[in-house]
């Protein structure tokens, strides 16, 4: 199907472990963003890429790890999940730079870490 | 630097009833402004969104939002509200120095009651 997804959709671990969050993208959009959404503060930009191998840190990146090896994918990894890691987390796409350009959203992954 | 400020957490209306979300932002550059709506457990979707053209903006579902610079407004109206507008919508800004990084505002769960 076209668009972006998310796997999984819901996903609960333990304190310590090491969790993969997956986004992939069927439109070939250069830039890709991952959000965390959490009461209270609306959505906050964890990392984003620019394109291929391009990434870079947005408001809040401490405890994550990005790679974006393909266009499409751009998975993002907790190393050592916290319990502050306990979020929803949206994964986004965009075909182009300009602060005037849509963000498209996938439908998010519910993490809760024990 | 930029911002948004989101004036209510919540607001319930009856159907049939006028929906206004109240929306301010700050920017240190021109911004473009946009609504994103989120139903329950769903990803964000595209409401309508200002890129310095018409002040006035129409979007979809009926909804609209006004861009006022002397009042660093954007707030969102909808002439009448049905059951299915039931969400949570965002205000968010992006700035022409920040490229396409968005600022999110807190969110405002609008409540559609019969």
């Known amino acids: 199907d076209a668009g972006i997804t998310q796997s999984p959709r819901y996903k609960i671990t333990e304190t310590g472990r090491q969790v993969t969050l997956m986004c992939h993208q069927t439109?070939?959009?250069?830039?890709m963003f991952w959000y965390r959404q959490d009461l209270g503060h609306g959505l906050r930009l964890i990392y984003y890429s620019a394109a291929a191998d391009i990434t870079d840190k947005g408001e809040v990146p401490d405890g994550y790890v990005v790679s974006r090896s393909k266009t499409e994918n751009f998975p993002l990894t907790l190393e050592s999940a916290t319990r502050s890691q306990t979020s929803v987390y949206f994964c986004a796409s965009s075909p182009l730079q300009g602060y005037t350009d849509t963000q498209y959203f996938g439908p998010g992954t519910r993490l809760t870490v024990l | 630097a930029q911002s948004v400020t989101q004036l209510d957490s919540h607001v319930s209306v009856s159907e049939g009833t006028p929906v206004l979300l109240r929306c301010n932002y700050s920017?240190?550059?021109?911004?473009?402004l946009f609504w994103y709506v989120q139903h329950p457990n769903k990803g964000l979707q595209l409401l309508l969104k200002?890129?310095?053209?018409?002040?006035l903006v129409k979007g979809i579902n009926g909804f609209e939002a006004e861009f006022k610079k002397s009042e660093t407004s954007f707030h969102l109206t909808k002439p009448s509200a049905h059951m299915s507008d039931a969400a949570e919508y965002f205000c968010?800004?992006?700035?022409?120095?920040?490229?396409?990084?968005?600022?999110f505002g807190t969110g405002t769960q609008l409540k559609v009651e019969l």
């Open positions: 920017s240190s550059y021109s911004p473009s």
């Open positions: 968010v800004v992006s700035g022409a120095g920040g490229g396409n990084k968005l600022t």
């Open positions: 439109w070939s959009h250069s830039y």
């Open positions: 200002y890129t310095s053209a018409a002040t």
